[in-house]
């Protein structure tokens, strides 16, 4: 199985930061790698798919990149509704994984 | 505008089986442009995928689920299902149908979510 890592585990910041969200494969799943966004007791929503295409009506504040094993969510400036946990996904494979979640919480 | 409801029993004893359906109403039911997927969540833990599926029955399975989950699919009603057998505590989690977009070759990511539905396995 193709295990992904997420750093950190959890953030602190403020409204207006920027911030940043790693996502590390176990080998290569070129750029096939999704983000979705959860709030407490809701359903995940997705950010952005193929690493760096950002899903239909998503602020652009929130941008991705990267490929192969190495990947990045980038929040331009927090704002107050993007205080959420993150999961990243890989679809490289039938065989499906997400990282842990990147829990951004409130300085 | 594709909606998906998940549908079944909130409490499942120990050994028993877990029976869930997903309702998808709107167009994209019958396209191979998509997948049907079912994803858990502990209490206070992350997702975990479990299996998907398409229209016509091409099914994938989590490898440390397998040997106790089926998925499936009844297009007459637009529906796909998830059975667990032999569950035990550690199944309780809240569960989520997605639909998989796959409209662009070699991409799979789940745009539309069900609200989820919580099972507990106690006795």
């Known amino acids: 199985d193709i295990q992904m890592t997420q750093s950190p585990s959890s953030l602190s910041a403020s409204v207006g930061d920027r911030v940043t969200i790693t996502c590390r494969a176990s080998?290569?799943?070129?750029?096939?790698l999704n983000w979705y966004q959860q709030k407490p007791g809701k359903a995940p929503n997705l950010l952005l798919y193929?690493?760096?295409t950002l899903q239909s009506g998503v602020p652009s504040r929130f941008s991705g990149s990267g490929s192969g094993t190495d990947f990045t969510l980038t929040i331009s400036s927090l704002q107050p509704e993007d205080f959420a946990t993150y999961y990243c996904?890989?679809?490289?494979?039938?065989?499906?994984?997400f990282g842990q979640g990147t829990k951004v919480e409130l300085k | 505008q594709v909606q998906l409801q998940e549908s079944g029993p909130g409490l499942v004893k120990p050994s028993q089986t877990l029976s869930l359906t997903c309702t998808v109403s709107?167009?994209?039911?019958?396209?191979?442009?998509?997948?049907w997927s079912w994803i858990r969540q502990p209490p206070g833990k992350g997702l975990e995928w479990i299996a998907y599926?398409?229209?016509?029955?091409?099914?994938y399975y989590n490898p440390s689920l397998k040997s106790r989950v089926t998925i499936s699919v009844d297009t007459s009603k637009n529906q796909f299902s998830l059975k667990v057998t032999s569950v035990t505590a550690a199944d309780t989690a809240v569960y989520y149908c997605a639909r998989v977009n796959n409209r662009l070759e070699g991409y799979f990511y789940m745009d539309v979510w069900g609200r989820g539905t919580t099972v507990t396995v106690s006795s």
């Open positions: 996904h890989q679809s490289s494979s039938t065989l499906w994984t």
């Open positions: 193929g690493a760096s």
């Open positions: 599926t398409s229209y016509i029955g091409n099914t």
């Open positions: 709107g167009d994209s039911f019958s396209s191979l442009d998509y997948f």
């Open positions: 080998e290569t799943i070129r750029h096939y």
